[in-house]
């Protein structure tokens, strides 16, 4: 008998365990999620103990340069001691955690409860909420230039405190026929 053989053979006493693939999916995420916050404290913490030589140590020691070891250490300044909730709804990959790591507290919080926030989110999705709400028109009363010098000094207000990619279609319409 040979031993892939040996393997396959059970006897009356052995139970074969199987274990669910979504089981190890999620035992795999949370340890590169927590592979992520651990790397990031060991390089908080040379870089605390052996400040004059870290960056040097990084780019000659590490399989990694210095731009990922500040995004891990950000991770965990941001993830480290955050709630349970928080830690798993954290996507698995490091550069979606660090684009979240971004995002002030409430906002994550809103997020996670919202459900963009999930362990499988894409970098891409993690981008698209540091994305701002475009800036809402006030509903006209008949129709965005009823009344000129009020909307006019909303829309130039706005457009002050808010570069253009920001104001919504509609303000910035207003705004080309109020310039004329």
């Not at 274990?19 to 404290?41: F, K």
């Not at 250490?73 to 830690?87: E, K, Q, V």
């Not at 509903?139 to 920001?166: C, W, Y």
């Amino acid at each position: 008998m040979t031993l892939i053989e040996s393997r396959h053979q059970t006897t009356e006493r052995e139970v074969e365990i199987v274990v669910p693939l979504e089981d190890r999916r999620q035992r795999i995420v949370a340890t590169l999620e927590s592979a992520a916050i651990d790397i990031g404290r060991e390089l908080i913490g040379a870089k605390k103990d052996h400040a004059g030589c870290f960056l040097r140590w990084v780019e000659d020691e590490l399989p990694f340069g210095i731009d990922k070891a500040e995004r891990l250490m950000a991770i965990t300044r941001a993830f480290d001691n955050a709630d349970p909730d928080i830690r798993a709804a954290l996507p698995s990959a490091y550069s979606a955690m660090c684009e979240l790591a971004r995002l002030p507290h409430d906002r994550l919080r809103a997020h996670i409860e919202s459900g963009d926030v999930h362990p499988d989110m894409t970098v891409r999705e993690a981008r698209a909420l540091h994305q701002p709400d475009p800036i809402p028109l006030p509903e006209p009363t008949t129709s965005p230039l009823a009344e000129p010098r009020i909307a006019a000094d909303v829309i130039a207000t706005e457009l002050i405190r808010h570069p253009r990619h920001m104001l919504s279609d509609d303000i910035a319409n207003v705004l080309a026929a109020w310039l004329g």
